[in-house]
């Protein structure tokens, strides 16, 4: 029987860096699109979530002015697509990790587009078989510590319980979760720092909580519902694009950031174009700022 | 002759809360849906405002953080549709004030989901005749303060001026009116706070001018429009998310609330939904915070 | 006080055609924007529908190829925009059976663009009064033959009952009504085309059923819904382009046609333009066809 | 550790007919919604099918002038929504067989609203358990006879291969399928109507190629997506209202029909709002035109 | 001084086809993305129609039920984007002649996706070059046969009286044109089949009409707005699917057609995306019939 | 040969104001709608800018409360549309030039609405012409100074590069830009306040840069994104209402403006119409401060 299987897609390559197998050879940054969606959200379409904020990045200037720098000289080039398994969840968690850990493998930092946000567990058991003292950074307006949703304990609910039974995780933007999920960060004490934040060096706190190495997971609906409306489940009160930089300004200057994700944009018409480009802009940035700490290490050691 | 009039429709429960007959005799708030759009706005289509916060009040958290509290236990059920009667404004505002009359009569805390504004009149009137030293809080970018319209003394744009004749109303949140609306404010000494506010204790100020029984009466476009754009009369530089539940906590800290409505929300696609999501979490974080205050009341009486 | 209403405001002109008062005591027909929209439909907009017409008109070419005519050599002009009267529905018929009637005692033909369908009663109690010997021809999707509706005899889904105890109506493309407007039908022996029409010569029985002056109501749902789907009732399964103009061809090359409205398109985003343009095709070509049907009569008579 | 899963939500209830547990008992007639998507398609958005259908329905007039009867008559209730298990698709057709399943075992007809179309599989196994001589008409724009698609045998492009390993399909509508799946075709001798169908009697030979007992199961797509564009994967050429009512009345006529299933409704925006009144009005007929059959067997069997 | 230009895009690939320097060189057909929109239509974004048809392409089955054939082994490969030059529209159709030019120096055949349909007239040059004996055959709503349009020769609204000054050409669907245009069609006898077209043998005089190399320009307005309303400039009154396909068939079955493109798609929201579907289905059947038509020459000649 | 141009089409006047010839010869501010769009952007739609703040501009109150004024007494009137050149930008730079110049001649200040950025070099080239000691404020996402771009000299992207080298530009707000921009400005000591802006007296160094005679270019999409989405560039992280009217203010209170521009808005859908109505408003109350500076300024030199 012949073979019935779409071939894999090669998507459009972020920023419009090429994409070859050399580039991706030379490359430190691997863009990694996986446009997953299969357990149940309000308002649907987050696969479309890598194609728009892929798409979205070809607008991006690669200068950044706040950097100061050409951030594509970082070395970013992007993967084929992580076509989905449908098969189920678990199923498609071991596909992602399978695909991470071959990138950590070849010494590459991934920066992963979902899809929801699921994939994140695959992500961090790939980490974690590579770093022994991973902390996880998690921005979220939810904070996805439920045990078991819908029939199955690995869905975008349940995501940030399993990775927490990993590794150590710290949250902010967190404003909408279940009673049972507030007493499950008192019981663990975990760092949550709830949207809008206490008065108080709060960040600095964060940052402490954070082991030296570090995966940042970004779901979008952290962003304020007002400032970013395209997302599976939004939230309002939450942090606007200043308040989400600071956070991961603060966080890439103290910590090794060895891979991260931005997950659940659910773009819809013109607004959701202007919500992927908004992204785009973000995942750009921190590839920037994260390449600048590593060149300064990088210095330091050679110093 | 047969009856052709189509019959009430249930609409589905607010916060996807039972309710039963049982479930309304035994609630503290009734969530009223008032589906009325029969005047002229710039953007149409207020009349789906109660289905779409009804329907995204489903994704709602029972509890929640800021309250550190399950706000359900409050006690909240959902009355059916109050049917558009379509002879003239002034037999709805009739019909609106026999049905919020009933509920006060049964004791309940009546939470009116419009809808036009030209409701709250009915509801005001309801509200007064139980009330005598009752006044209202007013949050909306138009004064809505005219004194006829398109060939009625009873729309939107006149409502609160009908009402003001029946109590004192402050209002805050105020960036567009006509200059006989503002002359109208000076010569009745109301106090309004126009946005952005002045400096100083504008709050205090407010919350000082109403009396101990408050009806509040909020349309959605209060908020700024790039935070919530779909309204039927949108108006930039208003409050945001924090700024108006600020002014929220403060009064029901203070004062008995007893009866709030939320009105003039035109939801339209994807953005539409984001909206209606917000004013439900409004409408229930309001609902919890009434309650806590009666709560505490309730304490002191019998302490 | 100051008169706090606003001031009607100039609408732009059908088909881009001068409409200065000059120009409008020189035309023929007068195009009639009446934006009124205060009963229920699902989908709302239908306000917004004679502005959409309008603008979309700019596009025309003056040039019909059907016809083979510069149509607007029959003397185009458009009219203010006939403000809603918010008081109720009866006050808003009476408005427009006094703009109407003013414009036949101009001696002019009314194209009335609407707006929901109530005020077809307005025009056809001023067509009335001048024409004795008046009939209706109806294309719709629905035969809005309702005694009552939602606490008002005078709405949408009750016009043409309210119109057929003025004159004779006859009606095409109906796919959705009642038992009791079923039973009206069939004991007022109306002549009724259902869609899709019975085999046969249907449409030589519509136009004998008509008297030789003719008021022409059309509700945009009358097209299939796949076709035309910006209305505030689509139905499926209804006539096309060419179904309805044959009807409105046939139609007016046998009868004298004194006006005619279409109502009911509720126009939203791209799609919306689309139906909007449509509609204006259709008016622009049946004008063309009234007035060469007027011609050929005046010649006849000069002949 | 409480129970974290959300409740099961009421749906409001198909036509506006009361469906409380004594109607649910009366009933003939249960529709079913099964919001379920979490396989890929290219416009995502299945799992709003369910609701927007059964909103849009609230519209239908009770009385239908093609079958000249008030099809509510026929006994409809609506059962609760049968919630997305999301472990894993398999998982997902269990849980479908054994809701309808056990609405057979109480004697109703189930009408099934998707949903995508995999769970039409789970219908026709609880179908085929019991019904013996069971046979499938399967009206769609694609063949979905793929063996395998995206590492599962069990998903929308794979559906009526696991359905015709159960029992006979005839097929209508086709215009789009793979090689192997036209091979399979004729290598199973399938009775399949590509669209535009071909000349001569292909109506009377799809209708002969039936059993006695059958379950239809239209998808959405099988409309022409000029006509019908809010689907999953739309194609153009398809069939348009008449044409599917005429395969669907002929079908009715002769046979026995003891379920069907309307899948792969994708609604955005109000053109997706048309769509779901059209094919609500589509599953009301038809459930008329089944009654009909029943009614006159009966009268048959008893005459 | 840098260089400030972007740098060209590759596009994704028509049907998901590789197109790598080897697969271009090997290839019969190029699809050629031209996203140029540079004069003013009424609804704007074509620019964004090759993109949209690209990425809907990839929905495609590579078989073809209506040819019985896997088209793909046509040999189809996509070229880079040809990138707008913005100096003029003069300076957009040399650029267009230059690029068309060298595909078919290569042998290639080319298949043009626009853009607005000025750049049909850059093809034409090109084309005209190489094949003194060329037609076009013209399926459009409009005549497009102005002299002069705002302010220049060279625009969507004159480039067939362009195209015309160069070879002959024959039109069909025209349903929208100036007084003017249709003189110019009469005086010099060009071959225009106005939609609806006449009875009789309209198809055969059409075909009879081109020589035997022909170039054709679809215009996407030329089907029925209703059917494929995401266009500039829609009408409504036009072919459907099955009347276009007749054409292109005829055309094709008796003709050598040396070069196509599709144009004018200007793609928004949901609808945009089946309308770039419907568009990208067109193209890939005509590619196919036109290389079965080679074939078959190719056969006689070495028969 | 007839004149085939469409004719140009009067727009709507902006406020509703009268803007009879006798209104435009009396008034001191003249609106003029260009709807230029033909050189690429991301997001299109430029061209129906003009357009939509108009028609939103109805909804203004001629009294604004934090100017305390009615404006509309400051003299506005709406000029007939710029018609867009079509055969290349410099033609079109060259018309508004002209246009603008001849305004400036009957001693009005213009109010320009685009359209794109383009547009904003033939105003400057007027005012240049007219005021020798001009200087430019630009506020803007974009540095806009690009030597070259896509073929020309002449775009949105190079357009402040060609008003540099006529006169001083001073610019904020800016966020995005090449590497080339940012050595241009710092080689040419050009004043720019990058977003977000430094701590300290910026908007007085701001003010302090500008010439006396002051010339202002808004294009919108110097908001944030999350603000004011419908613009062609979008770009996250700017400044909201209150920042950019401080901006405003400070400079209308020490400068005498001679004219504005506001571009780029590229509204779709109801959150295009919100963003034009914020526009309209955003106009309206600059008119009205540069009004108040001109009467403070015409006072004293009488006082």
């Not at 894999?8 to 996986?34: C, Y």
């Not at 890439?252 to 997950?263: A, E, H, L």
């Not at 785009?280 to 290490?297: D, K």
């Amino acid at each position: 029987m012949d073979c019935e299987e779409e071939s894999p897609q090669t998507a459009p390559a972020f920023a419009g860096l090429d994409s070859s197998a050399a580039d991706i050879e030379a490359a430190r940054f691997i863009v990694i699109p996986i446009p997953y969606e299969a357990t149940t959200e309000w308002l649907s379409g987050t696969r479309c979530g890598p194609d728009r904020i892929i798409q979205s990045s070809r607008l991006l200037e690669l200068y950044d002015h706040v950097l100061d720098a050409d951030i594509s000289k970082a070395g970013i080039a992007t993967a084929p697509v992580v076509e989905p398994v449908l098969s189920g969840p678990a199923d498609m968690v071991a596909e992602v990790k399978r695909e991470v850990g071959s990138w950590l493998h070849r010494g590459k930092t991934p920066v992963i587009l979902g899809g929801e946000h699921t994939i994140t567990l695959g992500a961090v058991q790939a980490m974690r078989e590579r770093y022994a003292s991973l902390s996880v950074l998690h921005l979220d307006a939810h904070a996805d510590l439920r045990d078991t949703y819908l029939g199955t304990r690995c869905s975008q609910a349940t995501v940030m319980r399993r990775v927490h039974e990993l590794c150590p995780v710290s949250q902010a933007g967190i404003r909408a979760l279940s009673l049972a999920e507030r007493r499950y960060i008192e019981e663990h004490h975990m760092v949550t720092v709830f949207w809008p934040p206490p008065d108080g060096a709060w960040l600095e706190g964060l940052v402490a909580s954070l082991s030296d190495t570090v995966y940042i997971s970004i779901d979008a609906d952290v962003f304020d519902s007002g400032f970013l409306p395209s997302v599976g489940t939004p939230e309002p009160g939450g942090p606007g694009w200043h308040d989400v930089w600071s956070i991961l300004r603060a966080v890439t200057s103290k910590k090794r950031v060895i891979g991260f994700d931005v997950v659940e944009l659910s773009p819809h018409g013109e607004v959701g174009d202007v919500c992927a480009y908004t992204l785009a802009r973000l995942v750009y940035r921190l590839i920037g700022s994260i390449h600048l700490y590593n060149e300064l290490q990088e210095a330091s050691r050679h110093g």
